[in-house]
């Protein structure tokens, strides 16, 4: 559900990744004050897994 309400929240379609809520989550971009970025108290992910949230987002986020 909560992924789900990330991806509504995009400020673009649902296929543009660099407008994603949860892609800017992910990377630390445009938080709001009091957000934090994700994955909370963990390690950032890597590019690579970046990447493939990224793609995945494009690609209409299929079995969200």
């Known amino acids: 559900f909560r992924l789900k309400v990330m991806l509504e ?9 660099a407008s994603s809520y949860l892609y800017e989550k992910i990377v630390g971009e445009n938080l709001k004050p ?5 994955p909370k108290a963990q390690p950032a992910l890597c590019q690579e897994k970046i990447d ?12 969200e």
């Open 34 to 38: 009091g957000t934090v970025k994700m």
């Open 9 to 17: 929240r995009s400020s673009g379609t649902s296929t543009d990744c």
């Open 52 to 63: 493939a949230v990224c793609r995945w987002i494009a690609a209409g986020a299929p079995g």
